[in-house]
């Protein structure tokens, strides 16, 4: 199980950034999962994997991920393997 601090520290020690609110890019949510960018908009136009948040409030606006719920997913994903 990951928690959040621990996934925080992986992030910094890549050299990824994180927002004051706890939140990543796709682009990091990418590295961090292995998975390409383009796995991680299918996923947010399917439904599945870890809920995305816009700035803007906008659809098409630039899209964030909680670390809370990045560690969220992870966990559910190792408990179905």
Do not use: C, K
């Not at 803007?56 to 969220?72: H, K, M, N, T």
Request: charged share 20%.
């Amino acid at each position: 199980m990951i928690a959040v601090e621990d996934l925080e520290r992986e992030i910094r020690s890549r050299g990824g950034s994180i927002t004051l609110a706890g939140s990543i890019t796709a682009a990091t949510l990418s590295e961090v999962l292995g998975v390409s960018i383009r796995t991680i908009e299918g996923w947010r136009a399917e439904g599945i994997g870890p809920p995305s948040y816009s700035a803007s409030g906008q659809p098409s606006g630039r899209r964030f991920y909680l670390l809370a719920d990045v560690a969220e997913h992870i966990n559910a994903s190792l408990a179905r393997h």
